[in-house]
């Protein structure tokens, strides 16, 4: 798979702090790519230099295969955490105005906005001012002109910030169609629920450093403890566990469940997980069985604590 944007070991310093050492990362092109780490930890920073917004000590970033140029704004679309709409100025009439700056003629930016104000219902806005509008009306806004120039790239900075439910739900699903029709997307937010549901790569930044990159699946695999949460109805459950507890690493835990269960999470080393199936088959009725995948804030926490 090709990659949309390549960053090589890029340093950026500010005095005698450093917010990036030698970070490298690799999107793949069509991903949606989540952008980790702890507040401080450099990913806004990288984000700018990205955006060319502030400029690398040294490193090099890679656009579709060629070195970034200034130019290249017009295939990176880019929504803040902290938004950028001028406050006392129309709606349509700043809209038009950023979507030319994007590259876009009059025409087409009108097109366009007609689009997306059809699709997200905001067509009576045209002639309100931002400052009239609500937080996650405002939001709808900068989402709109963040896309509207269809960019090969789409730089989201906790894109959900201000939404209600609803309307972040809606937000979502527009990110994932635009991804369906080819655009890529780098995501940065610390809502864990939403990378596990809309990225396929990851990458954490702590520190200023890199620690994690790849494929979500293969990142999930690497931090696997081969442990499986297990729900049983017992006559015995002492001395079950006492007999488990002889071959198996066990603990506590706790799902949701319609029955009043022994629930234990055991580490099974190398034993495979049908033999002890077969073992718990001999010794009750097993009511649940689930290996006990590392969630991306699980794998988060362990990384940044340890």
Request: glycine share 6%.
């Given at each position: 798979m090709s990659n949309i944007l390549e960053v090589h070991k890029v340093v950026k310093q500010y005095g005698n702090f450093t917010a990036l050492n030698e970070v490298s990362l690799s999107i793949p092109d069509g991903s949606i790519y989540g952008l980790l780490g702890p507040n401080g930890a450099g990913k806004t920073s990288l984000i700018r230099i990205i955006n060319q917004i502030t400029m690398?000590?040294?490193?090099?970033?890679?656009?579709?295969?060629?070195?970034?140029?200034?130019?290249?704004?017009?295939?990176?679309?880019?929504?803040?955490?902290?938004?950028?709409?001028?406050?006392?100025?129309?709606?349509?009439?700043?809209?038009l105005y950023l979507a030319q700056l994007k590259g876009l003629s009059k025409h087409d930016a009108k097109t366009q906005l007609e689009y997306w104000f059809e699709r997200l219902e905001i067509q009576g806005w045209w002639n309100k001012k931002i400052e009239e509008l609500s937080k996650g009306m405002a939001q709808k806004i900068q989402f709109v002109v963040t896309v509207l120039h269809k960019p090969k790239l789409l730089i989201l900075d906790e894109p959900f910030s201000g939404f209600d439910p609803v309307n972040a739900n809606l937000i979502k699903d527009e990110i994932i169609e635009l991804n369906k029709q080819g655009t890529s997307v780098i995501f940065s937010t610390h809502r864990m629920e939403s990378v596990e549901e809309m990225c396929d790569h990851i990458a954490l930044i702590h520190k200023s450093n890199k620690l994690i990159e790849g494929k979500l699946t293969d990142v999930k695999k690497q931090f696997r403890t081969n442990s499986y949460e297990v729900g049983i109805l017992s006559e015995n459950n002492e001395g079950l566990v006492q007999e488990l507890s002889q071959k198996f690493t066990l603990s506590t835990t706790d799902f949701k469940s319609l029955n009043d269960e022994l629930k234990l999470e055991i580490q099974l080393g190398t034993t495979a997980p049908n033999e002890l199936l077969q073992l718990l088959l001999q010794r009750g009725q097993v009511t649940h069985f689930m290996e006990k995948i590392p969630s991306v804030n699980d794998i988060f926490i362990k990384t940044v604590t340890e």
């Amino acid at each position: 798979m090709s990659n949309i944007l390549e960053v090589h070991k890029v340093v950026k310093q500010y005095g005698n702090f450093t917010a990036l050492n030698e970070v490298s990362l690799s999107i793949p092109d069509g991903s949606i790519y989540g952008l980790l780490g702890p507040n401080g930890a450099g990913k806004t920073s990288l984000i700018r230099i990205i955006n060319q917004i502030t400029m690398p000590d040294s490193g090099e970033i890679i656009l579709d295969g060629k070195p970034l140029r200034p130019e290249d704004v017009q295939y990176i679309g880019y929504m803040p955490e902290e938004r950028g709409l001028y406050k006392s100025m129309k709606v349509g009439e700043q809209c038009l105005y950023l979507a030319q700056l994007k590259g876009l003629s009059k025409h087409d930016a009108k097109t366009q906005l007609e689009y997306w104000f059809e699709r997200l219902e905001i067509q009576g806005w045209w002639n309100k001012k931002i400052e009239e509008l609500s937080k996650g009306m405002a939001q709808k806004i900068q989402f709109v002109v963040t896309v509207l120039h269809k960019p090969k790239l789409l730089i989201l900075d906790e894109p959900f910030s201000g939404f209600d439910p609803v309307n972040a739900n809606l937000i979502k699903d527009e990110i994932i169609e635009l991804n369906k029709q080819g655009t890529s997307v780098i995501f940065s937010t610390h809502r864990m629920e939403s990378v596990e549901e809309m990225c396929d790569h990851i990458a954490l930044i702590h520190k200023s450093n890199k620690l994690i990159e790849g494929k979500l699946t293969d990142v999930k695999k690497q931090f696997r403890t081969n442990s499986y949460e297990v729900g049983i109805l017992s006559e015995n459950n002492e001395g079950l566990v006492q007999e488990l507890s002889q071959k198996f690493t066990l603990s506590t835990t706790d799902f949701k469940s319609l029955n009043d269960e022994l629930k234990l999470e055991i580490q099974l080393g190398t034993t495979a997980p049908n033999e002890l199936l077969q073992l718990l088959l001999q010794r009750g009725q097993v009511t649940h069985f689930m290996e006990k995948i590392p969630s991306v804030n699980d794998i988060f926490i362990k990384t940044v604590t340890e």
